[in-house]
């Protein structure tokens, strides 16, 4: 289902964009959807960050200490 957002630009601008040929209804929808992609990204960054810094460090050489205790079992 699809709702309708009005925006009111220029006159002169209206014209410009018909005469260019430009679809200004599909750019605007591109633009929306983009900006959309954008914050969601820069929230899920953030969310990401927020995560890692929860994280304790990992001491010394985990990997060695997996491989030895392997070997050993």
Do not use: H, Q
Not at 26 to 48: D, N, P, S, T, V
């Amino acid at each position: 289902m699809s709702v309708v957002i009005g925006v009111r630009v220029p006159r002169k601008l209206k014209k410009e964009l018909e005469e260019l040929g430009i679809d200004y209804t599909r750019e605007i929808k591109e633009f929306l959807a983009r900006r959309i992609r954008e914050e969601k990204a820069k929230k899920l960054a953030r969310e990401i960050e927020e995560f890692k810094s929860r994280l304790k460090p990992i001491r010394g050489n985990l990997s060695a200490e997996f491989i030895r205790e392997d070997r050993g079992a």
